[in-house]
């Protein structure tokens, strides 16, 4: 049986040139639903950029093409609207999760933790399940870095004002040296360490990556001594 196809009951049959047709629907664009952009993500994942093209869009999202052209006026412009709305869904769920961690009886370091997971790890497990992810994450930085730009940065402002929370209640203290912004870019910066890093990690690891990256900057790693305190490095005999 065939699926009804949407369309705008209010549109009539364009007599201009395709051209034309479309520069009329881009005057006239609705706001696409999360629904329809899940629906967006779901297909560029499950087919790629390239071989994609808004004929086939349109069909994966039971829209006719035409009626399609009234949400987005290109296949790079739908591209563009789901990635932002995945990080939009990223940033609100990574706080909803840590602040819930936090109200569960959470320390520091298990609030940011997975705030990071929920931010950075939802959306790379999403994409590394792709057959297309080297593609689409080309795409991406070619396509959307201001939206990439803009979101870290949105991200990394609003965990340095978690941080501040934090501290007033007493769950964590900054050293006198450290802000909460610079503490923000870094757990943000080893974040985005783990998702670039070659050979990739393993979905299924990915947690506890973020969580050792958060453990290695919240409370470091080494004790450094001066020059002093230290042992010189032992001098190598030349062979002569």
């Known amino acids: 049986m065939t699926k009804p196809v949407r369309t705008d009951p209010g549109l009539r049959p364009s007599r201009e ?4 047709e479309q520069t009329e629907m881009a005057s006239k664009k609705l706001q696409p639903s999360p629904a329809l952009l899940f629906q967006i993500e779901t297909t560029f994942l499950a087919q790629g950029y390239k071989a994609l093209t808004m004929e086939k869009l349109a069909e994966a999202c039971n829209f006719t093409r035409r009626a399609l052209y009234f ?20 940033l609100s769920t990574s706080f ?6 936090w109200s569960d009886g959470g320390n520091s370091l298990e609030i940011i933790s997975e705030i990071v997971n929920v931010r950075y790890g939802d959306t790379r497990r999403l994409a590394n399940a792709s057959k297309h992810v080297v593609e689409l ?3 991406v930085f070619t396509r959307c870095n201001d939206i990439v730009r803009d979101v870290a940065l ?13 501290q007033g209640a007493g769950l964590l203290q900054l050293r006198p040296e450290v802000t909460a912004e610079q503490l923000s870019q870094a757990l943000a910066n080893g974040a985005r360490g783990v998702n ?9 690891e990915l947690a506890n990556r973020y969580r050792d990256i958060c453990r290695f900057i ?4 080494a004790e450094m001594s001066t020059a002093a305190e230290g042992r010189k490095p032992r ?3 030349s062979k002569n």
């Open 196 to 204: 670039q890093r070659l050979p990739a990690v393993a979905p299924d």
């Open 137 to 139: 994450n080309a795409e």
């Open 96 to 101: 909803a999760a840590g602040r819930k961690r």
């Open 17 to 20: 040139n395709g051209g034309r």
């Open 235 to 237: 001098k190598t005999k």
């Open 218 to 221: 919240l409370y470091g790693c």
């Open 154 to 166: 949105s991200f990394e402002a609003d965990l340095a004002k978690l941080i501040i929370e934090l």
């Open 71 to 90: 949400y987005f006026s290109s296949k790079a412009e739908a591209f563009r609207a789901f990635v932002l709305f995945r990080n939009e869904v990223a």
